[in-house]
């Protein structure tokens, strides 16, 4: 007989290893999507607000005895309607504002948990997520999260890519930009209020940003650019999820490394390849300068 198949083993005689692979394939698949147009619009910062200002709502799910996802739409409700109003109606750039009410949040998040007694546990849980407690009803969540996600991006497509080009675009074409721009911010929270169980808050920015950013740099086309982060999104996954069962490391930290691994490959591969068609091409504006 031979030895198990240590890439196919761990996942044929765990079914904890099998539900972690199902909800981080799925959590590739919906931050694809979302984290395309995050890349794309240059949105990043806006994910990692997000990704940290859900910590006081799930914190207070969690002392409530309530799901933590109900705690995280709560809070980031919360924070992009602040944002928008403090946008609005103040001289502060977003960002400025973005940036206050994530430090706001989080710092509530740490206030909220200190009040609990399992609070190491509790927010160890919120920041690095629970991949290997995953249940059947946290996929059948992620799955309608990607289906919602789906959705809107294939309804919401023109607009949001003539907004990552130019929000005059998009507005000449028809479309309203502060509406449109609203449902992407929605699209991001979707996803970071579905990924934050498996990879928890601090990493769902990794899966958000990495692959698509890995797409960015091969693809042309924006549906190209999605397909290629889905694909880093879940070969992150199984490998991830493969070395934190060989190496006894955590899961949803391995599968972020992985992911901005291959994207820094791919980073070095075309810079190298661009180097080269360079070189090839004959330079003809030499003398102008």
């Known amino acids: 007989m031979l030895a198990g198949n240590p890439f196919i083993d761990p996942f044929t005689s765990n079914e904890f290893m099998r539900h972690a692979l199902v909800a981080s394939v799925l959590v590739a698949l919906v931050c694809a999507v979302a984290g395309t147009y995050v890349v ?12 940290h200002g859900v910590v006081p709502g799930i914190a207070t799910a969690l002392l409530f005895g309530v799901s933590g996802v ?43 948990t200190s009040r609990s007694r399992t609070f190491v546990g509790d927010i160890t849980r919120i920041l690095f997520g629970e991949l290997l407690g995953v249940t059947t009803s946290d996929l059948g969540w992620l799955l309608v999260a ?3 996600v789906a959705i809107v991006a294939i309804i919401a497509h023109r607009p949001f890519v003539l907004m990552s080009i130019d929000d005059g675009l998009a507005r000449t074409s028809g479309f309203s930009v502060p509406f449109f721009h609203s449902l992407m911010l929605v699209l991001v929270a979707i996803t970071v209020i579905a990924s934050f169980q498996s990879v928890g808050t601090l990493l769902v920015l990794g899966m958000l940003i990495a692959p698509a950013a890995a797409g960015a740099l091969v693809a042309r086309r924006v549906s190209t650019m999605m397909l290629i982060a889905a694909l880093y999104g879940t070969a992150a996954s199984y490998l991830g999820l493969l070395a934190s069962y060989h190496y006894d490391i955590a899961a949803g930290g391995s599968i972020v490394f992985v992911a901005v691994m291959l994207f820094g490959v791919t980073a070095i591969i075309s810079a190298v390849l661009a180097h080269r068609h360079d070189d090839e091409v004959p330079h003809q504006h030499e003398h102008h300068h």
């Open 40 to 51: 794309l619009r240059g949105l990043s910062f806006v994910g990692d607000a997000l990704a």
């Open 70 to 112: 109900v705690g995280a739409v709560v809070s980031a409700a919360v924070m992009m309607t602040g944002v928008s109003v403090i946008t609005r109606k103040s001289r502060l750039s977003s960002d400025t504002a973005i940036g206050l009410f994530f430090v706001g949040m989080l710092a509530l998040g740490v206030i909220i």
């Open 146 to 148: 990607l289906v919602i």
